[in-house]
């Protein structure tokens, strides 16, 4: 299991759920680091009691002074970062009349401007350093929509645009310098476990593959996009719902 051997990694949002998972699967995968951002550092002493390789920060991504700070720290510290993992977000769902400008203002900044100041930070590192991936955490609701969720789908459908823009210009000067999106469907995260399952029920009845899916099949589609095996795949938005959206 060395698909990420020797790779110095980042992955935002990374003490819990899909980001806890993604950071987990590139330590066995042999990762030389794995740098887990987050807002709470509590888990961070479990992870890097499992994982020599995982190393906790705690990182604001909206903050742009907070994002550089980093990018100086894990570049003196490491030397480079080979794989970025954008997955910090947050959700504030409201109808649209009742959706307050706050609300909007606190998922944009973590969803899309995080996205943003993340990749700022560290694509021109990999470009001089000629690769490198970025991989960002869309969302089926990002390409199709949903009630109640203009400020969510809004950053997931900004992240698909991003990756598209930046997978032509990463690769600009002869750059091998991969961008790339997973568009998770309905997970089973700790989140989801608290909707009861008559709300999860018909959710799972129009999934073909007749299931949520789980934390290791998100971890498993981002591992491949950020190792070699997925070399000449860039600009590319890889579903993960169990064929929910036909």
């Not at 949002?13 to 590139?26: C, L, S």
């Not at 690769?131 to 109640?148: A, Q």
């Not at 899916?213 to 998100?218: K, R, T």
Request: charged share 25%; proline share 4%; with cysteine.
């Amino acid at each position: 299991m060395d698909r990420m051997k020797d790779k110095v990694c980042v992955v935002t949002g990374g003490a819990r759920g899909i980001g806890r998972g993604i950071a987990e699967t590139f330590a066995r995968e042999g990762a030389a680091r794995v740098w887990v951002l987050d807002m709470n550092p509590a888990d961070f002493p479990e992870l890097e009691k499992a994982y020599p390789a995982i190393k906790g920060a705690v990182v604001n991504v909206a903050d742009a002074k907070a994002v550089e700070d980093f990018a100086a720290r894990a570049k003196a510290e490491s030397g480079r970062v080979d794989a970025l993992v954008n997955n910090a977000g947050i959700t504030k769902d409201a109808l649209i009349h009742k959706m307050s400008e706050s609300d909007w203002d606190a998922v944009i900044n973590v969803n899309l401007k995080g996205v943003f100041l993340m990749t700022r930070a560290f694509a021109p590192m990999m470009m001089e350093a000629g690769s490198g991936t970025v991989v960002s955490i869309s969302s089926v609701v990002g390409l199709d929509g949903n009630i109640g969720q203009s400020n969510y789908a809004a950053t997931k459908g900004g992240v698909v645009a991003m990756t598209k823009g930046w997978a032509k210009e990463f690769a600009r000067k002869g750059a091998k310098v991969r961008a790339n999106a997973v568009s998770p469907g309905y997970t089973r995260t700790p989140m989801i476990e608290s909707v009861p399952e008559k709300v999860l029920e018909p959710i799972i009845a129009k999934t073909p593959l007749g299931r949520l899916g789980e934390i290791q099949d998100i971890a498993n589609a981002v591992l491949f996009l950020s190792c070699d095996e997925s070399s000449f795949v860039t600009g590319q938005v890889l579903r993960v719902d169990g064929g929910l959206v036909l």
